[in-house]
T-cell receptor
Framework: NAGVTQTPKFQVLKTGQSMTLQCAQDMNHEYMSWYRQDPGMGLRLIHYSVGAGITDQGEVPNGYNVSRSTTEDFPLRLLSAAPSQTSVYFC??????????FGNGTRLTVT | AQKITQTQPGMFVQEKEAVTLDCTYDTSDQSYGLFWYKQPSSGEMIFLIYQGSYDEQNATEGRYSLNFQKARKSANLVISASQLGDSAMYFCAMGTSGTYKYIFGTGTRLKVLA
């Protein structure tokens, strides 16, 4: 009964480094998405996917890449980290029109 | 464009009293869903309640109810008999059938006072 699994929980990067945040779900949800949470700004949608091979941009996509090769996995890639990407990142999944199921979040600090 | 607005950055309520958290939304889609989530200080996102745009009755889940006024495009969360454990951040969210996106408001931080 894993639900949505995000790794890592914490990460510290130096400016310019790259990394991938992993997200996996075992509920056969077609919809998956990434959000970032910053104080006073709520959750902002970065990228989302409505099925394997299909991705689209959200509100704040710049600096992030995604791919969806399987139904289960939706990794988020930071190609060249910047201090402005310091945030808490959430992955979420759902069936269409149903409530989102969230991972436990990744706290990322870029120095 | 879709938008969710939560105009109350912070709220206080006395234990055992009811509180209403405001949420207004904007969308041109006819089919959409409205959701409320709770985020305690531990950080996880907890789903509370859902209202579909075609639902004629307001949704209720235990002490939570959603005051849905479609003409006003509002979907306020009502928490009855507040408990200390209700102290948390609350987010209103919307998902539409047209864009398949889920967007969130900026949240309301609720503090329940003993």
């Amino acid at each position: 009964n894993a639900g949505v699994t995000q790794t890592p929980k914490f990460q510290v990067l130096k400016t310019g480094q790259s990394m991938t945040l992993q997200c996996a779900q075992d509920m056969n949800h077609e919809y998956m998405s990434w959000y970032r949470q910053d104080p006073g700004m709520g959750l902002r949608l970065i990228h989302y996917s409505v099925g394997a091979g299909i991705t689209d941009q959200g509100e704040v996509p710049n600096g992030y890449n995604v791919s969806r090769s399987t139904t289960e996995d939706f990794p988020l890639r930071l190609l060249s980290a910047a201090p402005s990407q310091t945030s808490v990142y959430f992955c979420a999944s759902s069936r269409r029109g149903s409530p989102l199921h969230f991972g436990n979040g990744t706290r990322l600090t870029v120095t | 464009a879709q938008k969710i607005t939560q105009t109350q950055p912070g709220m206080f309520v006395q234990e055992k009293e009811a509180v209403t958290l405001d949420c207004t939304y904007d969308t041109s889609d006819q089919s959409y869903g409205l959701f409320w989530y709770k985020q305690p200080s531990s950080g996880e996102m907890i789903f509370l309640i859902y209202q579909g745009s075609y639902d004629e009755q307001n949704a209720t889940e235990g002490r939570y109810s959603l005051n849905f006024q479609k003409a006003r495009k509002s979907a306020n969360l009502v928490i009855s008999a507040s408990q200390l454990g209700d102290s948390a951040m609350y987010f209103c969210a919307m998902g539409t059938s047209g864009t398949y996106k889920y967007i969130f408001g900026t949240g309301t931080r609720l503090k329940v006072l003993a």
